[in-house]
């Protein structure tokens, strides 16, 4: 917490040496009127120190938005491009506490996060001695063995298709390509990943 004004008036005021020739009444106040100049600027300061170890974790931070979204890498060139003050701060930190993976429950949650909320994700399976059961359902062949689907559920509304589409606006454009290139990018590189909408 910072010092006030006051504060450090007083403080100065203890500080000074002993004796007659820093007494008030001996000195007429030409030194206190010096502390008292000086007293509001190392209140100033004070207040900028304290902000600045709000600016330190990115839940308190207010000014330096800009430096914490260059050192997380920020912004994503897959979410939309002019956020608000609060999409970048919760983009910074999202980036800041994410620990990262690359299970299926992992890519799930980040689907979540990005407004998925009935999202699932289903892997399939290469056949395998002692895995293997006659008649299963989507069992998969050696070609499908690094290949999952993720089922985001409802999409989202928006995008522009014909019959709805106004003259000037970019046509084909998907609300969805957001989660999609999220995922993508994540997603291990010998991986292929489908997304299903219902």
Not at 7 to 34: C, H, I, K, S, T
Not at 55 to 73: H, I, K
């Amino acid at each position: 917490m910072a010092m006030t004004e006051a504060d450090y008036l007083e403080q100065m005021r203890q500080l000074l040496p002993p004796g007659p020739a820093w007494d008030r009444e001996f000195y007429g106040g030409e030194v206190d009127q010096v502390l008292q100049g000086l007293a509001p600027e190392f209140a100033r300061i004070d207040v900028r120190a304290d902000a600045l170890l709000a600016e330190l974790f990115p839940p308190t931070m207010r000014e330096l938005v800009s430096d914490w979204e260059a050192v997380m890498g920020l912004p994503d060139e897959c979410l939309s491009d002019d956020p608000s003050f609060d999409q970048r701060k919760a983009a910074v930190l999202r980036r800041h506490l994410a620990q990262g993976g690359q299970s299926l429950t992992y890519f799930v949650g980040l689907a979540r996060e990005l407004g998925y909320p009935d999202a699932t994700a289903v892997e399939w399976r290469a056949p395998r001695f002692g895995r293997s059961r006659f008649g299963k359902a989507r069992f998969g062949t050696w070609a499908a063995q690094f290949i999952w689907t993720i089922k985001l559920g409802r999409r989202h509304a928006g995008g522009r298709r014909f019959g709805i589409a106004v003259w000037g606006e970019r046509f084909g454009s998907n609300p969805n390509e957001a989660v999609e290139c999220v995922i993508k990018r994540w997603a291990p590189p010998f991986t292929v990943v489908l997304f299903e909408y219902e």
